[in-house]
């Protein structure tokens, strides 16, 4: 099964509520990425927590990250209709750092 | 997806034809990575490449090859496409290797149809 795994797989919120995507891995990780894509292209980078940090923030972005429940939050305060978009996490495969494993992304649509 | 191009954009072509995506980068980044896009399984890894004419395998890397002869091409082939290649293609390059991975940065991607 994958390493990493969204949840939920989809959302559906108001401009202006937060949107939390959860993510659970299995193996140890040196760190832990999570990336956006908008409909019809490629996926973009948004941040990168490192394991042995506990929160980060980045713009409307903050990124918890839980290694011993092996797991990731990514949370987005008040949504726009712009962050509509799959949002997905990534984590290095434990035989090979330079090759990412993704999980199958959450769905976040955000109404007007 | 600055700095790097992928081509075709889109392809259809007929089963047992083959198929050549290619992924152009200017970023001068020493890996390479072709994924697949399929609804229900997410992005996955067919071949990456760690440096010139330096590649390996993937997780679904049956019915695929790639070749990379310059630091700023990487072809993926289909030998003799089948329709359940018909998916999303996805080039991606990265800065740096190693358990202490970099950021991936991702191409347009390809949508190619096998008939």
């Known amino acids: 099964s994958q390493q990493g795994e969204e949840d939920p797989q989809a959302l559906s919120i108001q401009e202006g509520e937060n949107a939390t995507m959860n993510c659970s891995y299995k193996t140890s990780i040196n760190n832990l990425q999570w990336y956006r894509q908008n409909s019809g292209r490629g996926l973009v980078h948004l941040i990168l927590?490192?394991?042995?940090?506990r929160e980060k923030h980045s713009g409307r972005l903050r990124v918890t990250l839980d290694t011993s429940k092996k797991s990731s939050s990514l949370l987005i305060t008040a949504s726009r209709a712009a962050d509509t978009a799959s949002y997905f996490c990534a984590t290095p495969q434990e035989t090979s750092g330079s090759r990412l494993t993704f999980g199958e992304g959450t769905q976040l649509t955000v109404n007007p | 997806d600055a700095g790097i191009t992928q081509s075709p954009r889109h392809k259809v072509t007929e089963t047992g034809t083959p198929v050549t995506l290619r992924c152009h980068q200017t970023?001068?980044?020493?890996?390479m990575y072709w994924y697949r896009q399929d609804p229900g399984h997410g992005l996955r890894l067919i071949h990456y490449s760690y440096g010139v004419k330096d590649t390996d395998k993937g997780e679904v890397s049956d019915g695929y090859s790639v070749s990379r002869s310059k630091t700023e091409d990487f072809l993926l082939t289909l030998e003799s496409a089948t329709s359940s290649q018909t998916s999303v293609y996805f080039c991606a390059i990265s800065d740096r290797g190693g358990q202490n991975t970099d950021t991936q940065y991702f191409g347009p991607g390809t949508r190619l149809t096998v008939l």
């Open positions: 927590i490192r394991s042995n940090e």
């Open positions: 970023e001068n980044h020493r890996y």
